[in-house]
């Protein structure tokens, strides 16, 4: 008789054996700081997109010529949408433990930090709303390369390596 659970895959029995949790090929739980970023980083997908959204419906106010007429308003609208499905997609590949999302995450941190710079140079009435996002993007950054997430990720990255030389 069997109790429902694939043969291939560890018995509960030795996950409780094993205090490291990584017994087998199974893949360890994300740490609670990544799991934190991951939420942050959804959310600022959402909200990109909803800003996108909104940034289309401008094209309906009359005076729209500063941002390049109708066309313009509803392109820089798509490019945030687009901008926000990405978003939306690295912190998908972030919780699976994917490197290319690390990589390309600390990329667009380092992009954000590089725009709070010069919205900062530009226009220092908002300096608060600057500093914050500027040190929200380092601090992304920090726990994704570094403490339990870096070993996360190099874990991840060690079985993806392991299971390709041995195609399973």
Request: zero cysteines; charged letters at 10%.
């Amino acid at each position: 008789m069997t109790t429902g659970t694939p043969a291939s895959s560890p018995s509960p029995h030795e996950s409780a054996n094993d205090p490291s949790g990584t017994s087998g090929r199974a893949r360890r739980r994300p740490p609670a700081e990544l799991i934190v970023v991951v939420v942050l980083t959804y959310l600022a997908g959402f909200v990109a997109i909803g800003v996108g959204i909104l940034f289309i419906l401008l094209r309906y106010v009359v005076d729209n010529g500063l941002l390049g007429g109708e066309f313009g308003v509803t392109l820089i609208g798509a490019i945030v949408i687009l901008g926000g499905l990405f978003i939306i997609a690295m912190a998908s590949a972030l919780t699976r433990g994917k490197h290319y999302a690390r990589v390309l995450t600390t990329i667009a941190m380092a992009v954000e930090f590089a725009l709070a710079v010069v919205s900062l140079v530009i226009d220092a009435t908002s300096y608060w709303l600057e500093a914050a996002m500027m040190v929200i993007a380092v601090l992304v950054v920090l726990v994704l390369w570094l403490g339990r997430s870096g070993r996360y990720f190099a874990h991840i990255s060690a079985m993806d390596a392991a299971a390709r030389r041995t195609g399973m």
